[in-house]
């Protein structure tokens, strides 16, 4: 039936993020847990129908919690699929054992963890609609969880803040998600879709501190969907144009100059700078460079078109890190662009898992890397590690580093990225090629990275 309950229990926001993903899309519901402890507590509290558990986690591994399951009365009936990376000494041999019906080994294509997730709950999903609700398009069933999810957050939210501004203690918030479960079942959220969905010229309008772009996107991943998506933060601004589900191009406002679309270009090799900034100061009445570039034949349209789709991905993902701010989505019908269609045709799915990815690396690098005022020299050739092969971006980073550039500096100076020259610095510190240099003292001062130096982030491309 649709609407199964699924317990994720992973460290990895990475992962947690794409099996949510991927589940909320076939139908299912999904709540998630970082740990072993916090894992335990939600089976308790939410009684899954089915729980997905990694095998090595801090505090309590895999085998440990589906012990845990196995020994508790109310939880022993749930079946439990583990989930480990290829290597691990996990698979076959726990399989029927203490609840476990199958196992994934990572990394796993979403349709294998759909197949497994189905089988485990046994039988096959109808996928019909409610009866007495209205119907509701198969392409759009897999919103039901998302939405419920979100509206259930908001309900629980509109409870403690009615019981604080009348003195009254809050109600125990399983309770109250309890009480959003039974108001917000399939058939008033099918209802509430198809309505939606008749709404002639409507839109949606929310708040990033409560959903991200990355939450709000699956919402849009259906061919019935085609319009401008918009991330405001201040003065900064990302408009997504959208296709029957899928992303065309993206532009910015007020944002850096590296997502500008002619550091793309020259960091394919296509202008010289030169030429960028002259056909930059042109007067073009708000015309993008993009289409003034196509219009003159300047750059081969096979490269144009691909410095476009790097430009939008970037400032997707930029886009996606935003944890204030507004979002609005816009539906329109798909319009062929005679002059400026640059040809995108961009998955929200794939730029979503690359975006999560991303994310998990900019904040394990802001642990090393707090500030864009932080400056970094080289490190003394005694104190340096052995010979390592470095990429073409650490070694433009590290002639760059001169103990006087702050990071900030480094970004207005190098064609890369401020992501791509974080991620070289984090790799280059922990490879104690540079330290880090305290100048309110005047001395320098190293920062260890809180990881192996010989495993630096994976990159997000």
Known sequence: MPGELVLVIDDSPTITKAVDLALSKAGYRVTVAEDGERGLLAARAHLPDLVLVDF???????YQ????????????????????????????????????????????????????????????RSGSALPGSPELPAARAHQLPPLRGQLEALLVACLEAWAAEGGRPPP???????????????????????????????????????????????????????????????????????????VTQAYGRGLPDEFRLGRFLLERGELAPADVEAIAAQPAEGVPLGQRLR???????????AALRRQSEELLYEAMRWRAGELSFLPSEPTARATEDPGLKLSIEELIEKGCRRIDEWNLIER??????????????????????LLREEEIVLE???????????????????????????????LKLIRRVDRDVDRDVDRDVDRPAADPPASAE
């Open 368 to 389: 090393a890397i707090d500030h864009p005022h932080a400056i970094f020299a080289r490190a003394d050739a005694a104190a340096a590690a052995p010979q390592v092969r």
């Open 295 to 305: 219009a003159r034949g300047l750059v081969p349209a096979a490269e144009l078109t």
């Open 65 to 124: 919690v589906c012990r845990e399951l196995a020994g508790d009365p109310r939880l022993s009936k749930i079946p439990v699929v583990l989930m480990s990376a290829k290597g691990d000494l996990v698979g076959e041999r726990f399989v029927k054992s203490m609840g476990i019906v199958d196992y994934l080994t990572k990394p796993f294509a979403a349709s294998v963890l759909v197949e497994v997730t189905r089988r485990a709950l046994g039988g096959e």
């Open 400 to 430: 760059l580093v001169d103990g006087a550039r702050s990071v900030g500096d480094l970004v207005g100076v190098c064609h890369l990225s401020s992501f791509e020259i974080a991620r070289s610095l984090y790799r280059l510190l922990s």
């Open 172 to 246: 125990p918030r399983a309770t109250a998600e309890a009480l959003a479960a039974r108001v917000l079942d399939d058939r008033a959220l099918t209802e509430l879709l198809a309505t939606f969905q008749r709404a002639d010229g409507a839109g949606l309008r929310g708040d990033l501190g409560v959903l991200s772009l990355a939450e709000v996107l699956p919402l849009l991943d259906s061919p019935r969907h085609s319009g401008r998506l918009t991330a405001r933060r201040g003065e900064q601004r990302v408009d997504i144009e959208l296709a029957r589900g899928l």
């Open 56 to 62: 090595v986690m801090p505090r309590m591994n895999g």
